[in-house]
């Protein structure tokens, strides 16, 4: 079997974009020359509004041992959990916006909102008021701020890439990839947004369903083997830029190439049978929102899954939704030039330390 940390990256990355990722189509296109048409559009975006929530719907794990109680406190803390985000992105120069927002109800009910903003080489993340957990009253609200180059080259690693234009076109070409090889028939359909349940303001023309199932686990799989990660290997070799994004070196991508080719039927149908005997229940609806220029300017994802693991049951259900607005508009940003009101990163450790003890 495949040992690779790519090889399992691919995996992740794969279901991930079929998931989430789409685009658009017209009457006379079928879903699949719609999607790679839509990946095509979607590299014009240059700004655009933005925002999403995730909701856990379902979380059952089983806790045994000395810390049962505490770890089903925080699984029900987390269940009863809403998280969601708005911001906008501007391309050039590369300036994003985005405040999350979390929301804790329960016996531990608390609110927590928390700005963050990013350019190329730094990053910006207001500090919150915490109730329980209470800072410094000079240093809350202020920005603590990260210059990315620097902790780059304080830990001998590159600089991390904060492009949301080029992770965007990397993932149009792993789509590419993608909806080349699957069968459309299977997996994909068209729907009216009132039948997918799309929100009144999601202004979209057009509404693609992508579908997956316990039943369709096994042809993906095999698909995925044979055709897909073979291209998305050969398309990370070939492409530099790619590669540092992701971090990744061309001798990680050989070893992949390798083990690839040495994964035997056997294999696969071994990882199927062990899937098929613990998974019980696997459903996966993603719904992508065309509006009539053609942008994929809306999506969801409701999975849900249930299984076995050292014969303890378990289940999870999560919904994610995404919109977008103002694609290509001069959109509205409340720190153009970086916040004001900041703290460095060795100023926060000192005060903290301070606070609670040089041992920080």
């Given at each position: 079997m495949i040992k690779s940390k790519v090889w399992l990256s691919l995996v992740s990355l794969i279901l991930i974009s079929a998931l989430i990722l789409a685009g658009c189509n017209s009457d006379s296109k079928s879903p699949q020359e719609a999607l790679k048409a839509s990946m095509s559009k979607s590299s014009e975006?240059?700004?655009?509004?933005?925002?999403?929530?995730?909701?856990?719907?379902?979380l059952s794990i089983p806790a045994t041992g000395d810390d049962a109680a505490s770890t089903g406190a925080v699984l029900n803390a987390?269940?009863?959990?809403?998280?969601?985000?708005?911001?906008?992105?501007?391309?050039d120069p590369m300036h994003l916006e985005m405040t999350l927002s979390l929301a804790l109800k329960g016996d531990m009910a608390v609110n927590?909102?928390?700005p963050i903003v990013m350019e190329k080489e730094k990053m910006w993340v207001?500090?919150?008021?915490?109730?329980?957990?209470?800072?410094?009253?000079?240093?809350?609200?202020?920005?603590?701020?990260?210059?990315?180059?620097?902790?780059?080259?304080?830990?001998?690693?590159?600089?991390?890439?904060?492009?949301?234009?080029?992770?965007?076109k990397f993932a149009n070409d792993i789509l590419g990839i993608i909806f080349k090889n699957v069968d459309e028939k299977q997996y994909l359909s068209e729907v009216k947004a009132k039948d997918a349940g799309l929100p009144e303001d999601a202004d979209v023309k057009?509404?693609?369903?992508?579908?997956?199932?316990?039943?369709?686990?096994?042809?993906?799989i095999n698909t995925v083997v044979e055709k897909i990660a073979p291209e998305i290997l050969d398309l990370l070799s070939s492409n530099a830029e790619y590669r540092d994004m992701l971090g990744l070196k061309q001798e990680d991508l050989d070893q992949a190439k390798k083990d690839l080719k040495g994964t035997g039927k056997d294999d696969i149908s071994k990882g199927l049978a062990d899937f098929k005997q613990n998974v019980k229940t696997l459903?996966?609806?993603?719904?992508?929102?065309?509006?009539?220029?053609?942008?994929?300017?809306?999506?969801?994802?409701?999975?849900?899954?249930?299984?076995?693991?050292?014969?303890?049951?378990?289940?999870?259900?999560?919904?994610?939704?995404?919109?977008?607005?103002?694609?290509?508009?001069?959109?509205?940003?409340?720190?153009?030039?970086?916040?004001?009101?900041i703290i460095t990163l060795e100023q926060f450790e000192q005060q903290m330390g301070g606070a609670f003890g040089a041992g920080l």
């Open positions: 975006i240059k700004s655009y509004s933005f925002k999403g929530s995730m909701k856990i719907e379902d987390v269940k009863n959990a809403d998280l969601s985000w708005t911001g906008a992105y501007r391309a927590f909102n928390i207001r500090i919150p008021n915490i109730p329980f957990f209470p800072l410094p009253e000079d240093m809350v609200n202020k920005f603590l701020e990260l210059d990315l180059k620097q902790l780059a080259e304080q830990s001998g690693q590159p600089m991390p890439s904060i492009d949301p234009a080029k992770s965007q057009q509404v693609i369903q992508f579908k997956v199932g316990k039943d369709q686990v096994e042809p993906f459903d996966v609806v993603a719904n992508i929102g065309i509006d009539a220029k053609e942008y994929p300017v809306y999506s969801d994802v409701h999975a849900k899954i249930a299984g076995t693991t050292d014969g303890q049951e378990g289940s999870i259900a999560f919904k994610v939704v995404s919109q977008m607005a103002d694609i290509n508009k001069d959109v509205k940003l409340e720190y153009p030039d970086g916040p004001k009101e």
